[in-house]
DNA sequence: CATGAATGAGAGTTCATTCAT
DNA sequence: CATGAATGAACTCTCATTCAT
């Protein structure tokens, strides 16, 4: 077990407050001022950690971004086939929504919104770099259909998004079968 | 052509500026006077037309929801059958989201953030009704898999509105072939 | 006598105001909070006359020092003798820092410190354009000493400003002689 | 060459570093951080060296002032005539603004805005005593008008300040001949 | 002596909403 | 119906000052 900075402590009692409170109203409708009071900390300690709102909000997009894909690559190497890797990373994106459902909230706004920058946005997207190396050798090998890695995306990852979205609206609960169900329908869409 | 009356002409011209702005900036980014200024009236004035900057943007969410529906299942008739049924309403998706980009972008930002009320969501869900019907048709005559509503959704239909929303951000345009591919993944993740 | 409207008045309140502030305290330790309450409006209603704090202070300074000089060359034509002419306008301009010594303050504080913004001064100094001739054509005549404008502006007209601050300060009492011997003095020191 | 003890080096470098800012952006726009960041000192050893922010800027004139008294009169005897000391001690004045133009123009400000407390404005005052003593020795002996000695001031050493100020603000280059010149206009305000 | 971290109080500014006209 | 003017409340952010170390 890592002992945390009390620094540390501070500044993820902030991003996590940050998470929660634009999960629940909105970027622009979250006050520092609440954030502040979540994290209990003073409104002015907030800049001693981020430069601005915008900052913040930022850098927790980024880094929750990066545990989102280092997650989602873990249990995956490169000398599976095709399918067994689409499906390891698959699974383990699924899970990482299942079990982290305010970390996959929290992306999912800031995928549909203009909250977050443009070079932040562009930092997130690069960690996704496997999944689309991967998809390459599908089309190489005949066994994806040879379309835009956007199609490919749009159909077999981000489905999961809109299930989360649903599920947190308390439109539709997710059982254990929805998901073996949810991996079959990504990958017929895909499949060659 | 329908003569529209100066009050009507006025309420439009609120509708479209408000759809504008928040496409643009968000909700809670967007002031109600900017609003004003783009649609030519005073800010009081809007207080004739709405209750209040809430209502505003409910109204126009269930409004512009409705035109989608209405559009989407103009050319659907229920004597089509499934296959061909799905292929009709989707297609007409397909077109308004990219023939109407301004509508269909301010739908996804609503359906992806927590900037309307539950309410109005409820109320734009219902006007799916036919597309749900048309689920039930196919999952009884064993053309559509047996799965729920909402992975239907999520999968064949959601989609559409990740490829819009990538578009206006600039990094992916869509081409005339991505529909007819886009249109294969849909129906090859929801068919039996 | 003209009838100013509402918003003039209001306009004006603030100018007062704001000069009266900046008198006592200094630019930026005046709050905007305190220049409202001062002319008995809300701290808003400041941003419909000016842009920010900075423009309010920076045309307050144009408009004070147009007043200023409109006053100074009031009785001076340019018919007069060098002499003449400036004891005229040396005259109004002790008279003007005498009665309007609220406006005559704020103007030196404005000269002696980076508060003002850099255009804002130059437009002050174009008005002071007629004196700057009328010792031009002193110089050409060999009444005024053939020096720079700043120096003869250092020792001729400036230490009123300096004697204004004294008595603000209530170090010193200007009394009807110290005028004439001020005159004395500032013509001294600049004929040839 | 005198030791300074470590105390007294970060002590001068507090000095300084007040000077310089001040003069760039006036005392309220000037944050202690800043100018513990340009001491090279944490904010709060400004507290072990000085009260508060005030008393650090009283403390800052005081000593500049007396700096520059000393400077003034160092070559300046009583045994001297009225005309002769009164050269010697306007030539050192007139030294010290060109050559130490950053303490000269810390004075001028401190002079022209209400950011020093009444007590070490007084306390500033006191230290040019020679001055205004060698004064009275000229009005006693019919050298030197016999007129208050804040006007004698305003005319023959206060124009110097207003030179420093229009040189630093890049409207004004004071050159060799300037000095003289501005010598005897000083001079011929003030003498019988 | 010296500090980095922390903060309460208050700064400038914006905005949804109201109201006299 | 329609408005321009006005504002209270709330926003983001800064800063003089303190305090545990």
Redesign the interface.
Known sequence: MIKLSKSEIKRRALVDATITLV???????TPISKIAKMADVSPATIYLYFENKQDLVNKVFVETKQAFTTYAFESYSENMSVEQGFEVIWKRIADFKIKQVKNAMFL??C?????IDEDS?QEG?RYLQPLVDLWQRGKDEQII?P??D??L???SI???S??I??QE?G??KIKEN?IE??Y???W???KL
């Open positions: 999960n629940n109203s909105g970027f622009h409708a999912a706004q995928d549909n919104t203009p909250m946005r997207v259909k379309i835009s956007y199609l995306y749009a159909y981000n489905p999961l809109f299930l979205v649903m609206q439109t539709f929805h169900e949810a079959q329908a990504a017929d869409s895909i």
